[in-house]
């Protein structure tokens, strides 16, 4: 092996570095410099494999093509995670999904997990800190957040936090600025965790437009964001940049919204236009990756089994992606960066369905599994999903 040692090279002619063929190793005893910048400075027509450091989050990236995009290099939990029975026999990303409606006016504090590459039926996780139903649920790698909840438990402004890697019950966190519920979905990075709008526990459960954020792994109260629409039960995606919410019910108009809004999660400030869903719709489950959020399911006025789909980074309309195995509204979702899978839901009764899709394709959901038990009004929680 022949050896080469300078404090600097470049091509004799032309621009550009020279190209190292075959198999080249770096042994100084010192370190190696990546390009760096912050995000909005990525290059986006780069080879597959292409590292630099990225300077808003603080760890390297690497660039997996133009499909799926830059994503983080790091030591990631759910490497190891699974080892269980049924989805958990496998190993990797995990998802979580939080308490549940079982029947209207019954609630419970169920809380199941998956090992989303591993198709097979959910394990009890845990429970939550009353029912927590209807909350809004957010996660990075290690832990997961579950934001207000029903009127009839003691979560109602509660914030509470499960730890991905173990099983076991949920712990307080803080609470929210204001007790809410029917928030449909929250939306995170690495860093931070916003929770979406919802209703109040006033006559008729008048819609807000506030929004809410803490450091996820600091514990305390909520502080204000900005303000969204005024609706409740949104689906919400997110990449490390960007958070989006999706359709939901305005008040007081008590219609169904097409609206698509969204927030740069690194900032504060108001929810920006978007685009439209295919319809009005609320009720509706999210998954997502770095580059694409699948929304499904909901209810336009009917039940409905539609799932669309939208480019985070672009604004524009959603597109058709396929359909779910059944119609259904009010379930949770989970992501891996590959995979998303939609839970539960109600139809007009309680599921127990777990449905799988591939979210940088398109095509219709394929059976995953099922829950510990059937229910509603649940969010999902992982430690892949597209804001990681």
């Known amino acids: 092996m022949s050896e080469f040692q300078a404090s600097n090279f470049k091509k004799a002619q032309g621009g550009g570095a020279p190209n190292l063929l075959g198999k080249t190793e770096l042994t100084s005893p010192y ?20 590292i630099r450091f990225n300077t808003d989050v603080g ?8 499909v799926i995009g830059w994503m983080q290099i790091q030591r990631r939990e759910s490497q190891y995670l699974g080892g269980g029975t049924g989805s958990n026999a496998g190993t990797g990303t995990r998802g979580i999904f939080t308490s549940r409606s079982t029947s209207p006016g019954v609630y419970a504090n169920t809380t199941d997990f998956i090992t989303i590459p591993t198709l097979g039926d959910a394990q009890d996780f845990g429970d939550t800190i009353g029912t927590g139903a209807y909350g809004a649920t957010t996660s990075d790698s290690t832990r997961g957040l579950l934001g207000g909840g029903h009127p009839n ?5 509660t914030i509470q936090f499960f730890t991905i890697a173990s099983t076991g019950d949920a712990t307080d966190f803080g609470n ?3 007790a809410r519920w029917l ?8 860093t931070r965790s916003i929770f979406t709008a919802g209703s109040t526990l006033g006559s008729g459960n008048p819609a807000v437009n506030t929004l809410d954020y803490v450091t996820t792994q600091s514990l305390g109260n909520a502080v204000d964001f900005g303000d ?10 997110n990449s490390s940049t960007r958070g989006i919410w999706a359709g939901g019910y305005d008040h007081p108009a008590e219609a169904g919204n097409s609206t698509i809004e969204f927030v740069t999660t690194a900032t504060l400030g108001n929810t920006a236009d978007f685009g439209d869903l295919l319809g009005t719709t609320r009720s509706m489950m999210g998954v997502c990756n770095s580059t694409r959020g699948a929304i499904a399911g909901g209810n336009n006025p009917a039940i409905t089994n539609v799932i669309q789909f939208i480019t985070i980074a672009t604004t524009g309309n959603a597109i058709d992606f396929g359909d779910l195995t059944a119609a259904r509204e009010l379930g949770g979702g989970v992501s891996s960066p590959t995979r998303g899978v939609f839970a539960g839901g109600y139809t007009p009764s309680s599921l127990n369905t777990l449905d799988l899709i591939e979210i940088l394709t398109t095509g219709n959901a394929t059976d995953f599994g099922d829950l510990t038990s059937a229910g509603y009004g649940m969010g999902g929680i992982s430690n892949g999903h597209g804001g990681l």
Do not use: W
């Open 183 to 190: 928030m449909g979905g929250g939306c995170s990075n690495s």
């Open 59 to 66: 760890t390297l990236e690497v660039f997996r093509g133009g």
């Open 31 to 50: 370190f190696f410099v990546p390009p760096s910048g912050d995000t909005t400075s990525r290059p986006q027509s780069c080879a597959p494999g292409t």
């Open 176 to 178: 929210l600025t204001s």
């Open 153 to 157: 438990s003691n979560g109602s402004d």
């Open 228 to 237: 969204s629409g005024k609706r409740r039960m949104q689906a919400s995606v």
